[in-house]
């Protein structure tokens, strides 16, 4: 095994509290569009080389960045109070231990790049995904993808985000996506745990520690990109472990209130999970600690990554006033990030889709400095 990196240590060590073993998943929303998975050849609108600039014309509105130098990371005894175990401060506690990736099946490729079926584990659970190498020695930058709500009995190996996997990969990037627990071939997931997506979390960074073994990847230049729910496990992941990747970027994400995921997603869909969350744990009116405590927003004075948001105006699944509160909060808390609003655009991303890749390769290549 890779020995990591200095620049960025494992999660803090438990400090007097005792981890949870019924750490709980994701929560539920609309389905994301659905997507093949990476097949023999990428599509004909996909790059060979660097996209062109998009037409400065049709620019998004950018929120641009706080100039406000985020500050010392917190040492274990500052980390924040644990009142339950089932929280982002226990997680904040754990050391998220990941086993190297297993390629369990060829998926194809092109002259660019080739694709696999893999596994890895995180503490020991297995958790399947799709990676996809460019062709070369390396070492290369490497992006973990989350990807969004799609209903588990019928997501497949590397389903939600195919369109980003090729991109990335099309530009230099080696990219793991991973499937969560309870998803594809991964190891099931309790069902209270759907409202929680904190084993979702633990599988994003635990998917980190599996690349940071990987010969062919660079570990100086790590990032990763979430949609829609995988953006509220991308700011989960960013507050959990601080130091983990280097950029984080996200699409049409989900609020980082976690109350506000609840209202908008499970109370409709699944009233009948929102009742018997709220029978375990209270309603956010009669435990709003504990809902706190599982939004991401509440501490994200622990940021240290550079962040891009992208949000359509027209997005009627994931409000983009939820991306403009979460960025306005980003800055107040100090920390790097940027909202990128795309006029007309909804939650897929279709007409400016190939627009908001071109933005995303330029801030990683940035912010990576590739």
Known sequence: MRPHHPHR????????????????????????????????????????????????????????????????????????????????????????????????????????????????TV???????????????????????????????????????????????????????????????SDPVGEVGRETRLVYTRDAIGAVRALEQEPYVDTERLGMVGRSMGGGVTYNALVAVPDLVDAAVVFAPVSSSFVDNLRQFTEPNRPEGARAFYDRFGTPRESPGFYRALSSRTFFDRVRTPVLIHHGTADDTCPPAWSRRTQTLLRRAGADSTLVEWQGEGHAFGPRFADSMRRTVRFLRSRLDV
């Not at 014309?57 to 644990?82: D, S, Y």
């Not at 230099?172 to 998803?183: A, C, E, K």
Request: glycine share 12%; net charge negative; aromatic share 6%.
């Open 123 to 185: 503490d020991g659970a297995t958790v399947s995904g799709e990676l996809l190498v460019p062709t070369g020695e390396g070492p290369f930058p490497a992006l973990v993808l989350n990807h969004g709500y799609i209903d588990p009995a019928v997501y497949t190996l590397g389903r939600g985000m195919s369109r980003e996997q090729e991109w990335f990969v099309s530009n230099g990037f080696v990219v793991l996506h991973t499937d969560y627990r309870g998803h594809a071939g």
């Open 9 to 120: 240590p494992l999660a803090y060590a438990v400090a007097g509290v005792m981890a949870l073993t019924l750490l709980l998943g994701a929560c539920t929303g609309s389905p994301e569009p659905t997507a093949p998975s990476s097949s023999s050849s990428g599509p004909s609108s996909l790059p060979t080389a660097q996209p062109p600039e998009p037409d400065q014309k049709t620019e998004p509105t950018e929120t641009a960045p706080t100039t406000t130098a985020p500050g010392a990371t917190l040492a274990p005894e500052e980390l924040p109070r644990v009142d339950h175990p089932v929280s982002l401060p226990a997680l904040m506690r754990e050391e998220v231990r990941a086993g190297p990736i297993e390629r369990t099946g060829r998926l194809g490729g092109t002259e660019r790049w080739t694709g696999h079926a893999v596994t890895y």
